[in-house]
């Protein structure tokens, strides 16, 4: 990453919540993951002015009301983003839940780091015009994010769930016992 592309973005991460213990090990995640994404995103526009952004470490209760109060959802999520609009300089504003994230990444056997970078630079894509809502988007966004991670050495996290999915087991033939059949889990 070039120097001109670090210094066009300025990363404010503010910690709301003391599930966040260390603070100072995912600021540095975060932000790592964000100004890769940021200079990512400016090598594929012409102006790379200067822009900043703020985060906000938070917990599943402070982000639920987040996304009630903004999106009429009343649950926890792993990250929201919430662009600027018309702002020439900042560029919005992303949450992330640590109880959600730290959930997720023990479900899908990940490093908690990896995740939390996965989720930081999916909600940055979103603050400069990312979406994921039509097929076409999802996949020029997740595209993005693998190579964004890719180059911050995180494997990619859309294989990991792809390979986890586990298929049925083929149907079995009867083996001529009496009895009720067995159930496949």
Not at 29 to 40: E, S
Not at 65 to 82: C, E, P
Not at 156 to 166: G, L, N, T
Request: proline share 5%; glycine share 4%; charged share 30%.
């Amino acid at each position: 990453m070039t120097r001109a592309a670090r210094s066009t973005l300025a990363v404010d991460i503010l910690v709301v919540s003391a599930r966040w213990k260390k603070a100072d090990r995912a600021k540095s995640i975060v932000r790592r993951a964000v100004t890769q994404a940021a200079a990512r995103t400016s090598a594929n526009r012409t102006s790379t002015k200067p822009a900043e952004l703020a985060i906000l470490l938070t917990d599943d209760s402070g982000i639920r009301a987040l996304n009630r109060d903004w999106r009429g959802i009343d649950k926890a999520t792993n990250v929201l983003s919430f662009p600027a609009k018309n702002a020439s300089d900042h560029l919005g504003d992303v949450v992330l839940a640590f109880e959600t994230i730290a959930r997720e990444a023990r479900s899908e056997r990940k490093p908690f780091a990896h995740h939390l970078a996965h989720l930081a630079v999916h909600g940055f894509l979103h603050l400069v015009g990312y979406d994921h809502e039509r097929s076409k988007d999802a996949v020029a966004m997740e595209r993005t994010e693998r190579e964004i991670l890719c180059e911050l050495a995180i494997p990619d996290p859309y294989r990991a769930a792809v390979a986890k999915v586990r298929l049925a087991p083929p149907a079995r033939k009867p083996s001529g016992r009496a009895g009720k059949p067995r159930r496949h889990a």
